[in-house]
């Protein structure tokens, strides 16, 4: 399966993939992975997937405050 096609059903991942926060490579390995998650704990693996590297996007958030 394509990556398009996985991240049709994986909004989240497809945001930090097309923000630059996931690589082309994670991206494809955290989609793999979240579509071999049941239903029920899905949304909450994909929210936590699409978050990696948790540091990255605090310090974007804090280089964008501090050149305000």
Known sequence: MTLG???????AVRAAFLAGD??????SLVAH??????AEQRAAA?????CWPPMRRRMRCCR????N
């Open 22 to 27: 996931l690589s082309e490579s994670r991206a």
């Open 5 to 11: 096609a996985l991240l049709q059903d994986l909004p």
């Open 33 to 38: 992975a979240v579509c071999g998650v049941d």
């Open 64 to 67: 964008t405050n501090s050149t």
């Open 46 to 50: 994909e929210e936590a997937a699409s």
